[in-house]
C-alpha cells in the first residue's frame, strides 16, 4: 500500500489472519484514528511500515497471549521504520 490515507479511521494499516508477507505501507497517514494498527488475529509476517503517521493512536505489535483466539503474537518479523 503506497500513499494511503485515513480519517477517522479503526485500524487504519492492519495486516489480518497469517498474512504472508511481504507486505509494505510506505508513506501513509491516518488522521484521528479511533484503533491502533497493526496485525489482527495472529501471526502476520514480513510487514514494513515505511514513513507512516499514525495521529490519535499507535502501531501495536504485541503478543496477544491469551486474549482473543488465545493467538499468543499477532505478528513477526516486522519493521516500522521513521524517516
Known sequence: MQRCR?????RDFTTGFT???PNVF???TAREALDWSGPAESWASGVLYD???I???ALRLLNRGVDGQGAGWAG???APLEL
Request: glycine letters at 20%; hydrophobic letters at 30%; one cysteine or more.
Open 19 to 21: 498474512a504472508a508477507g
Open 26 to 28: 510506505l508513506h501513509c
Open 51 to 53: 514513513n507512516v503517521v
Open 6 to 10: 485515513s480519517e477517522r479511521g479503526r
Open 55 to 57: 495521529r490519535g493512536n
Open 76 to 78: 513477526g518479523q516486522f
